[in-house]
């Protein structure tokens, strides 16, 4: 079945490093959406791309949308300590169905 | 202030017992959802629906069942719970299936 591969499981980091998430799926995606889950939180919606190639910044997160549309992704700069929980990547398929991954768990130890 | 809501916040359950768990949202959302997560493996989709009076399987249906009766509530039901379904649900909702989901605060099963 189609799915949405996501690397790395997780990533410790020193506070000040960089630290990129990659989502992968199998078919091309009508769109992705990005959600972050803050530890003992809800999944909260983050962005969505839609077009191909499209890049898009908030603040020091930058999301990145393929050219083929089947990856993504997420890049922190300089990380934080309020940066740490799990981001998810969700894309949604020709059949308007909405496939999450399996989530990148960021440390950021200060 | 409009958004979802899930109870209980947690619950601990005996194995074989029936249990529902509530799910409502007051945004006016067509679509609704039922995920559990579990350590290392993400969100996985139980059951969603698309409009009220609809519903649909997703990834990981079995034990579980859903009603929409109306377009605020979304039920899940165990119907003889299992230990393997000791996890956390989150309920979510968008305006249409290609929306952006807003998630629920989640409930912690425990079934032992």
């Known amino acids: 079945g189609q799915q949405v591969m996501q690397i790395p499981q997780y990533q410790h980091v020193q506070e000040g490093e960089d630290f990129t998430t990659y989502c992968n799926s199998s078919?091309?995606?009508?769109?992705i959406q990005w959600y972050k889950q803050r530890p003992g939180g809800h999944p909260v919606f983050l962005i969505q791309?839609?077009?191909?190639?499209e890049v898009k910044k908030q603040k020091r997160l930058t999301f990145q949308f393929g050219e083929a549309k089947k990856n993504s992704s997420l890049h922190i700069t300089a990380t934080q300590t309020t940066d740490v929980g799990t981001y998810f990547c969700?894309?949604?398929?020709?059949?308007?169905?909405?496939?999450f991954g399996a989530g990148t768990r960021l440390f950021v130890k200060a | 202030i409009a958004g979802i809501t899930q109870a209980p916040t947690s619950q601990i359950l005996a194995a074989g017992r029936r249990m529902t768990l509530r799910c409502t949202q007051d945004?006016?959302?067509?679509?609704m959802y039922w995920y559990r997560q579990d350590l290392g493996l993400g969100l996985r989709l139980i059951h969603y629906s698309n409009t009220a009076g609809t519903t649909g399987k997703g990834e990981v249906p079995d034990g579980y069942s859903v009603s929409r009766a109306n377009t605020d509530d979304f039920p899940l039901t165990l119907a003889s719970a299992v230990p393997s379904q000791t996890s956390v649900y989150f309920c979510?909702?968008?305006?249409?299936?290609?929306?952006?989901?807003?998630f629920g605060p989640g409930t912690r099963l425990t079934v032992l």
């Open positions: 945004m006016r959302h067509n679509a």
């Open positions: 078919t091309t995606l009508s769109n």
């Open positions: 791309l839609v077009k191909s190639g």
């Open positions: 969700a894309g949604l398929t020709g059949g308007f169905k909405t496939i």
């Open positions: 979510a909702s968008s305006e249409e299936v290609t929306d952006t989901q807003y």
